[in-house]
Antibody
Framework: EVQLLESGGGLVQPGGSLRLSCAAS????????MSWVRQAPGKGLEWVSA????????YYADSVKGRFTISRDNSKNTLYLQMNSLRAEDTAVYYC??????????????WGKGTTVTVSS | DIQLTQSPSFLSASVGDRVTITCRAS??????LAWYQQKPGKAPKLLIY???TLQSGVPSRFSGSGSGTEFTLTISSLQPEDFATYYC???????FGGGTKVEIK
């Protein structure tokens, strides 16, 4: 069964850092691009970042560029999101999602259950 | 950046109704559009990609059409499990529409 399991969310103060992880199973991880998508409380979906299957190409939304870093370890089937200089507006549920293709970002056919990040003093 | 505008934002319908949701892009995006369904407290689910390709396992009552700047998601006969919020998504850069909440009349 194809599965994605996020972890690493929690409460952090403004200006702080957090690293999210997403453990993948049930598919050849390195063959697909991966994305992070977030959803603020009561709001719609916002794509955050994506990375190609090899990890050689990364993509960011303007709202997080320069503060967040996406990476992956294909030997561990794990996706990461390093989040620095966190702001209140980064408060959201963060979803890890598998792309349907290797290059990405494109369409996301498998999603994790999400991990909640709360930025507050 | 290309903006996606969904209409309506809210839709009230009955089981068995034919439902159509529209997504308009601020610039032409060819057929690079997807539709997702999201239920409360759950992750989104891919329904349609490349404007009209039905994702594996998705019931055939869902269909997508359009190209360029105007796209539609149609549910031919609304079922109880279809009450949810629907989002369109385009690729360059990757953005989502604001969502359409489908509720029971």
């Amino acid at each position: 069964e194809v599965q994605l399991l996020e972890s690493g969310g929690g409460l952090v103060q403004p200006g702080g850092s957090l690293r999210l992880s997403c453990a993948a199973s049930g598919f050849t991880f390195s063959s697909y691009a991966m994305s992070w998508v977030r959803q603020a409380p009561g709001k719609g979906l916002e794509w955050v970042s994506a990375i190609s299957g090899s990890g050689g190409s990364t993509y960011y939304a303007d709202s997080v560029k320069g503060r967040f870093t996406i990476s992956r370890d294909n030997s561990k089937n794990t996706l990461y999101l390093q989040m620095n200089s966190l702001r209140a507006e980064d408060t959201a549920v963060y979803y890890c999602a598998k792309d349907i293709a290797v290059a990405g970002p494109a369409y996301m056919d498998v999603w994790g259950k999400g991990t909640t990040v709360t930025v507050s003093s | 950046d290309i903006q996606l505008t969904q209409s309506p934002s809210f839709l009230s319908a009955s089981v068995g109704d034919r439902v159509t949701i529209t997504c308009r892009a601020s610039q032409g995006i060819s057929s690079y559009l997807a539709w997702y369904q999201q239920k409360p407290g759950k992750a989104p689910k891919l329904l349609i990609y490349a404007a009209s390709t039905l994702q594996s396992g998705v019931p055939s009552r869902f269909s997508g059409s359009g190209s360029g700047t105007e796209f539609t998601l149609t549910i031919s006969s609304l079922q109880p499990e279809d009450f949810a919020t629907y989002y369109c998504q385009q690729l360059t850069p990757l953005t989502f529409g604001g969502g359409t909440k489908v509720e029971i009349k």
